[in-house]
């Protein structure tokens, strides 16, 4: 596997990994040494692709087997305990896209604009009225519609971007 | 026989990138249709529910770490003439906020002080102020003052520079309104005609638009409509009174004189006694007098305070 190659993946899949294992073992401190730990794998041995048929279960399937080792090590009753939950997922590929998909997503939020972001995510994320936006930061409800429609607006074009 | 065998590897090699390739493309390709899916069906609002639980890892940190190679976000060339445009653009950005900012920022400093007048005074935003007597105003040029006893302010707008007023009770924050300040000693009284504007007192803050008014009463905040007809009188040295009840009467006196009046505690029925009247250029002392005729009423004056201790309709 060339370099580009790895980076590429690396890229796509570092983040919605880390994030994957933060939410479903409650590792949200040790999430990114266990997704590194995989990718370091990766990197030194250089596996054959070619006998790989699905990179995106590969890689959660690689990450998900770590941290089930990592509670095994870490030896703490509890953790112990809690390891012996979970089992290994079927490839569930509607997950893996599902972080993906939110990963794509949640970037193109946070490139808006940071007045346009921040009035997007009270409204649409916290649940805030408009009334109560308004009040807060002294501008127009009318104003913050147009916020609205204009972050919809950017969201969905910068998304279309990723054409393959 | 060697050349065939390095073909072979050629090949293999080849086809190892080759397959990486196509790889990708169908993640890219299953990625598109997932997203123009959830872009369709109108998905995006349920999805972004979880974006406060949504990390974003330092990438490049790791990258680093694991490769002990430079990370470098997307490696694309460019057009020189790119190169050139966007320098030049960077340029001009420059040269315009410099001008546009340092013009902005130059500060015009000015005390205005008014003794026994009213003073009307054009700040160099074009925001109107008038200074009540033995006021002081400071201007920092920016709009930004510190006001000490009473201004009405009719505050240009300009969404992006917040009109700021520090007073020593409390800072109060407006983008473009018409309002009245009043402070006394440890007192404080904003009354809006119109707008919004925000007041900030130490961890509090109340938002009050136009027809609204705020006090400090034992330190706290107390906001309410505007009931009196006389709340921006002081400006024009007018008052007028149609029904007015006469302890609503002294309080509207009290506030446009900018003296306390205070009516003892043991006077009943004030209430009952109804004032229609108006005045224009008149003194406290004058006002006073007629009311002594009408409503046979007692007053005492201390230094700077008068004292109702009767009242008789």
């Given at each position: ?98 972080y ?11 490139q ?10 009270k ?25 609205i ?16 | ?10 090949k ?9 390739k196509?790889?990708?493309n ?18 995006i ?16 940190k ?69 200074l ?170 201390k ?11």
């Amino acid at each position: 596997m060339n370099k580009n190659t790895f980076k590429q993946i690396f890229n796509q899949y570092y983040n919605p990994l880390c994030n994957y294992i933060a939410h479903h073992f409650k590792l949200n401190e040790e999430a990114e040494d266990i997704v590194s730990d995989v990718f370091t794998h990766i990197w030194d041995t250089n596996p054959d692709f070619d006998k790989v048929d699905n990179i995106k279960s590969y890689l959660f399937t690689s990450v998900y087997r770590k941290a089930l080792e990592f509670i095994r090590h870490a030896k703490d009753k509890k953790t112990t305990e809690l390891s012996e939950k979970f089992v290994i997922p079927d490839d569930n590929e509607q997950d893996f896209n599902e972080y993906l998909l939110k990963d794509k997503l949640y970037q193109s939020i946070r490139q808006l604009p940071t007045k346009c972001q921040l009035i997007f995510v009270k409204a649409k994320i916290n649940g805030m009225s408009h009334k109560a936006i308004s009040e807060e930061l002294g501008i127009s409800i009318k104003t913050i519609e147009n916020h609205i429609t204009k972050a919809y607006a950017m969201i969905r074009t910068d998304l279309l971007k990723i054409k393959p | 026989m060697l050349s065939k065998i390095k073909n072979i590897i050629f090949k293999h090699k080849n086809n190892d990138v080759m397959m990486e390739k196509s790889q990708l493309n169908l993640w890219n390709e299953e990625q598109y249709e997932n997203l123009k899916n959830l872009l369709q069906s109108n998905e995006i609002d349920s999805k972004i529910q979880d974006f406060n639980n949504y990390n974003f890892y330092n990438k490049s940190k790791a990258y680093e770490k694991i490769t002990g190679e430079k990370y470098e976000a997307g490696t694309r060339t460019i057009n020189p003439f790119y190169k050139y445009a966007a320098a030049a653009s960077i340029i001009f950005i420059l040269t315009w906020s410099f001008i546009h900012f340092t013009k902005d920022i130059i500060p015009t400093h000015q005390t205005f002080v008014s003794n026994n007048v009213v003073k009307q005074i054009t700040l160099n935003d074009n925001s109107l102020v008038t200074l009540d007597k033995n006021s002081k105003l400071d201007y920092s040029g920016n709009r930004e003052v510190v006001l000490e006893g009473r201004a009405f302010f009719n505050v240009t707008k300009d969404s992006k520079h917040p009109f700021t007023i520090q007073t020593a009770k409390g800072k109060i924050t407006v983008l473009g309104t018409r309002f009245t300040v009043w402070t006394t000693g440890d007192n404080i009284e904003v009354a809006v005609e119109e707008g919004k504007v925000k007041y900030e007192l130490d961890e509090r803050s109340v938002i009050l638009e136009g027809n609204q008014w705020m006090k400090l009463v034992n330190n706290d905040i107390v906001s309410s409509k505007i009931t009196s007809s006389n709340t921006f009188s002081w400006q024009q040295n007018a008052l007028t009174f149609r029904d007015t009840p006469i302890d609503v009467v002294f309080n509207d006196l009290s506030r446009h004189f900018g003296l306390p009046i205070t009516l003892s505690a043991n006077i009943k029925n004030k209430s009952k006694c109804l004032l229609t009247s108006s005045y224009k250029n008149e003194s406290l002392e004058q006002v006073l007098a007629e009311l002594k005729t009408l409503f046979n009423i007692n007053i005492i004056k201390k230094d700077k305070e008068y004292v109702i201790t009767a009242i008789n309709c």
